[in-house]
């Protein structure tokens, strides 16, 4: 095997060979046989190769979760395909024995490197997202959700904009981190709107919620029908009717006593357009009704009817102006 391995180390293996050396590397037995053929290239190969994390490639990163996985068999094959003749593809190779034999050695226990997923919802849009532990994520129009690849056992999400979870239950507790602080779970159905224009509002339709703020010092709990609104960077707490609040996950949008200006931003990511106006124009005005299945011209045509209000809308640029109407 010692020939094998320095035919390996230049690039002059067969295919037959290849296939010999890779069975042996994959039996645990023969790590020690391994970490003795390797030593007088030791010195060299952790200047290299693993001096530090931040010289491994993303390719490399890949190629150690796999082999830490269990999935070191089928990687393994994705190589030999690329690697036969190939000085490149064998460093790779050599990489992830080197690699893998020095996690190893140092720390005898397995190591993942995490990958982020990130899904961002444009204006106009929103999504319905199965976690991979179960639970399920609404995304709302002009937000972003990122989470772990290592999530099953370590349930965090970073949330920027909307999204209504409904969590499903385990010992491990699932936590919600936004720019203004965090929401703390174990099994529940809650909505978090964080957007940094708007503020950070919490929803809790059922089950209950820890909140942490980034300004507050005592975490706050809420009970089914409760909200928890930032204000003054103190948590405020109040019963509300969750709907009005969650509905927008089933195609609606219902607004209750909803002041002007707040009621044009919603309009602007539901229906990914930009409204111009004057806020002094409509400071003492507010609304109270659906939307649901309206476009965009049908929805500002009922805000018109219902107060003195009237629009022009310019479709190429998707830029919507009002003004009073006298």
Request: glycine share 4%; no cysteine.
């Amino acid at each position: 095997m010692k020939d094998i391995f320095k035919k390996y180390l230049y690039s002059k293996i067969s295919p037959e060979e290849f296939e010999m050396f890779s069975d042996f590397v994959m039996k645990k037995e023969n790590s020690d046989a391994m970490f003795n053929m390797m030593a007088p290239e030791w010195d060299l190969s952790l200047e290299t190769e693993v001096e530090s994390d931040a010289k491994k490639s993303d390719v490399f990163q890949r190629i150690v979760q796999q082999i830490l996985q269990d999935e070191t068999k089928n990687a393994l094959r994705k190589v030999k395909i690329y690697s036969i003749g190939l000085r490149v593809a064998a460093i790779l190779v050599i990489g992830l024995i080197f690699g893998s034999i020095w996690f190893y050695m140092q720390s005898n226990k397995e190591t993942v490197y995490e990958q982020m997923q990130t899904v961002s919802i444009p204006y106009g849009a929103k999504t319905k997202l199965a976690m991979p532990d179960g639970s399920t994520v609404w995304i709302n129009s002009g937000s972003t959700l990122s989470y772990s690849s290592n999530f099953s056992k370590k349930r965090q999400v970073e949330l920027k904009g909307e999204a209504f979870f409904e969590v499903q239950k385990s010992n491990i507790p699932f936590e919600v981190n936004t720019s203004f602080g965090k929401i703390r779970v174990l099994g529940t159905g809650f909505n978090v709107l964080a957007y940094p224009e708007i503020g950070f509002v919490t929803t809790l339709v059922h089950g209950s919620v820890q909140i942490d703020s980034k300004n507050s010092k005592q975490p706050q709990m809420l009970k089914s029908g409760e909200q928890a609104e930032l204000v003054a960077d103190k948590i405020v707490k109040s019963e509300v009717e969750t709907e009005l609040f969650t509905s927008w996950k089933d195609g609606k949008m219902i607004f209750k006593h909803e002041p002007f200006s707040n009621l044009m931003k919603r309009m602007e990511r539901w229906f990914n357009v930009k409204i111009e106006y004057s806020p002094e124009d409509f400071k003492d005005l507010w609304y109270s009704g659906t939307i649901e299945n309206e476009t965009i011209t049908e929805a500002m045509d009922m805000v018109g009817t219902a107060a003195p209000v009237k629009f022009t809308f310019d479709s190429k640029t998707r830029i919507i102006k009002v003004a009073p109407r006298k």
